[in-house]
């Protein structure tokens, strides 16, 4: 249980298209997902908090006319790049909140990742 | 605030002896705490989790690690290492406040010697 995926798994674009990404929670319900960025050998940046039905919360630094997030329902979330440019590129992975498997509604909820989507931009 | 330090960037044992992965917290709540496992161009891979619970925590792959109140940290350790742990490992901490958000470990790059 408590499975996540990502689609796709790996994109290339040009510079100056938008990209999308979705996160899925597959046997779960989460009202909460979260997105990162993960430059190579590194750890991984949250960029965002998506909640279902609501605005995301984005980060420090994070422009959020850039990338875009849609939490449309309790088991998608997506990420859409706008006007991708090569700095853009990196490793992409999201997270989603199953608040049954952990404490009741609590914020240390166990988070569950997708597999991760690795977006190249020529 | 919270932090956390995984203190070795780097871990290389032989195969079969033990595994020891170090990591330290700073919290002003009551934190839970998790170890996840990312293999190359992979998603995180949930090993274990604390949650004020049992301090000794067991995991996947035989992985444990115990929460040590008084010295903060919360280390990953296994008994004998196996060709594919080699992984990248990374520490995670969230304290349950109004402000709770996961902050991430820098990694610890785990390899194994034949």
Partial sequence: GAVVSQHPSRVICKSGTSVKIECRSLDFQATTMFWYRQFPKQSLMLMATSNEGSKATYEQGVEKDKFL??????????????????????????????????????????????PGTRLTVL | AQSVTQLDSHVSVSEGTPVLLRCNYSSSYSPSLFWYVQHPNKGL???????????????????????????????????????????????????????????????????IRP
Avoid at chain 1, 84 to 94: M, T
């Fill in chain 1, 69 to 114: 997030i849609n939490h449309a329902s309790l088991t998608l979330s997506t990420l859409t790049v706008t006007s991708a440019h090569p700095e853009d590129s990196s490793f992409y992975i999201c997270s989603a909140r199953d608040p049954l498997r952990g404490l009741a509604g609590g914020p240390t909820d166990t988070q569950y990742f997708g």
């Fill in chain 2, 45 to 111: 891979q949930l090993l274990l989790k604390y949650t004020s619970a049992a301090t000794l925590v067991k995991g996947i792959n035989g992985f444990e690690a115990e929460f040590k109140k008084s010295e903060t940290s919360f280390h990953l350790t296994k008994p004998s290492a196996h060709m594919s742990d080699a992984a990248e490992y990374f520490c995670v901490v969230i304290s349950y406040s109004s402000a709770s958000k996961i902050i991430f470990g820098s990694g610890t790059r785990l390899s």
